[in-house]
């Protein structure tokens, strides 16, 4: 008998799970809306014409393949914190910032839990309601404590900003407040700057520290400093803070496994304290990070010509995606007789649509229509493309009544 005979069968994951789900259909009009990936308008992934050029590049001068040090590419670390904060922002200047390669956003946002787990041990981390669904297992995996802050509010299709207000307010003094930097996953709803600085008042006032995931810098408006300014607003208010950011969407980096946790901090002494335990908390894990998205990433940041075609892509991306939205909205709005307000959909940002479709009615999502989607109602507006917004209305439609 196997000692491993215990060992039960795991779920399937409800993000990833779907694109297997996908894999196993033979219907021809199947679309796939789960995983949050860029596709073209001919339904392909994509890989940035600049991240060619920079490949093209690395390979020219043929670089080795020795380790990294444990903290990363150097000229990456300084890339990815200035694209965060800006260039000239006074906390890389002092070098009050402690930057870690890490495993895309994911492996980052793990590095951060790990680090709190150890330092500041059981405070609690707040995760917006709802939340990207890995948030969870990563806190929980390091025996980090979570509870949920209200953030979506069914009834408008928007922001519950008085009850996250409220939970905030009422999270035991000092806690981690995770926040979406921009283009919040899974709602596409994100707080004005108003709601933003009204944020970091009561983040003030309870002595709680912000941890940002930067997932969509770039993705939200198509510019690469606009989604940075609530994490830049946070930062010139002098708050320690962490930021995990990563490059899977903005540079189209998925399987290259590239980003970066951040820790903002007083002074230059403890941003070197602090980045040297994240050297100590990576060893034990996976040593040091791969080099080749890394390059990539440094590369087109350092290099003027790439780094304007970079955000030209971006921005092309970005643009496709608002162009399908529009379609989706306004072929649900000539499809649909009852009056339904659709707008919420043109309010969103970023990848997805929240849709406020139940888990039965996403369930015939798949089960009638092929349409491939996570069972919280969401689906990513990437892998659609215009000719199939009016099929997508339909098996909408249908399934809302
Ligand atoms: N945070 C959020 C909110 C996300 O949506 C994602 C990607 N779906 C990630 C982090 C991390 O993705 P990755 O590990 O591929 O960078």
């Known amino acids: 008998v196997s000692r491993f005979e215990n060992v039960s069968m795991a779920p399937p994951d409800p993000i990833l799970g779907v694109s297997e789900a996908f894999k196993a259909d033979t219907d021809a009009t199947k679309l796939n809306l789960g995983v949050g990936a860029y596709r073209t308008e001919d339904l392909q992934p994509y890989v940035l014409k600049v991240v060619n050029k920079a490949e093209q590049l690395m390979l020219e001068r043929g670089e080795n393949k020795e380790y990294l040090p444990i903290e990363g590419l150097a000229a990456f670390n300084k890339a990815t914190a200035e694209l965060l904060l800006g260039a000239d922002n006074p906390v ?11 495993l895309s956003g994911t492996g980052s946002l793990r590095l951060g839990a790990a680090f709190i787990a150890r330092y500041f041990p059981g405070v609690k981390v707040l995760i917006s309601s709802p939340t990207w669904g890995n948030h969870k297992n990563i806190l929980s995996d390091v025996g980090v404590p979570w509870s949920e802050y209200r953030y979506f509010d069914p009834q408008t299709v928007g922001l519950d900003f008085k009850g996250m207000i409220e939970d905030i307010k009422g999270a035991p003094n000092g806690s981690v407040i995770l926040l979406h930097g921009c283009a919040h996953n899974p709602t596409g709803i994100d707080p004005t700057p108003e709601q933003w600085e009204a944020i970091a008042d009561e983040l003030e006032e309870k002595g709680h520290m912000p941890f940002f995931d930067v997932a969509y810098q770039g993705f939200a408006s198509g510019s690469l400093d ?3 300014s609530s994490v830049r ?21 998925y399987a290259e496994r590239i980003g970066a946790i951040n820790v903002i901090l007083p002074t230059a002494d403890l941003a070197a304290r602090v980045k040297s335990q994240l050297k100590r908390l990576a060893r034990p894990m996976y040593s040091n990070p791969p080099v080749h998205g890394a390059r990539i990433v440094a590369n087109v940041v350092g290099d003027s010509v790439l780094f304007d075609e970079w955000r030209a892509e971006m921005q ?10 529009q379609k989706l909205y306004e072929a649900l709005l000539s499809k649909d007789k009852s009056g339904k307000d659709w707008s919420f959909i043109l309010k969103q940002i970023g990848m997805f649509s929240f849709t406020g479709l139940t888990k039965s009615q996403s369930d015939n999502m798949t089960d009638k229509w092929h349409v491939y989607m996570t069972k919280d109602g969401r689906i990513s507006l990437a892998g659609l493309n215009l000719a199939k917004c009016d099929y997508l209305a339909d098996a909408i439609i249908d399934s809302y009544y």
């Open 316 to 325: 092309m991306m970005a643009g496709r995606i608002k162009g399908v939205r």
């Open 226 to 228: 606009d989604d940075a």
């Open 92 to 102: 890389i200047k002092n070098g009050q910032i402690a930057t870690v390669q890490g």
């Open 233 to 253: 607003k946070f930062a010139s208010r002098g708050f320690e803070m962490f930021v995990a950011q990563s490059y899977s969407k903005n540079l189209g980096l």
